[in-house]
């Protein structure tokens, strides 16, 4: 089962950029597809983006598009959210999820293993 932990995140001005990284336990993490979704409060958890095993595509929410960006280093075991040009409304909690299928699925139900959740806050 793969162990996923969550760096990065904190508090940044409108406008600023930050970057999230999930790292993975177990060298097969080459094999997983990787997603992101945020929850903020009195919302419910919505995808953000994410990125396929198989040839790295990757696939985003409208929101962030031309924003967010989804990236992966296999030789780390590390998938990354780099985030810019942050509004306030990007506030949430934000997680990583591993899944098996070869595509970026928009659905938390497709995703086996989850991160613990960073807290990302963006200020006027």
């Known amino acids: 089962q793969v162990q996923l932990v969550q760096s990065g995140g904190g508090v940044v001005q409108a406008g600023g950029s930050l970057r999230l990284d999930c790292a993975a336990s177990?060298?097969?993490?080459?094999?997983?597809?990787v997603g992101w979704f945020r929850q903020a409060p009195g919302k419910e958890r919505e995808f953000v983006g994410g990125?396929?095993?198989?040839?790295?595509?990757?696939h985003y929410a409208e929101s962030v598009k031309g924003r967010f960006n989804v990236s992966r280093d296999n030789a780390k075991n590390t998938v990354y959210l780099q985030m810019k040009s942050l509004k306030t409304e990007d506030t949430a909690i934000y997680c990583c999820?591993?899944?098996?299928?070869?595509?970026?699925?928009?659905?938390?139900?497709?995703?086996?293993?989850w991160g613990q959740g960073t807290q990302v806050t963006v200020y006027p």
């Open positions: 999820a591993a899944g098996t299928d070869w595509r970026v699925r928009s659905t938390a139900r497709d995703y086996k293993a």
């Open positions: 177990i060298r097969a993490f080459s094999m997983y597809t």
């Open positions: 990125i396929s095993f198989a040839e790295g595509n990757t």
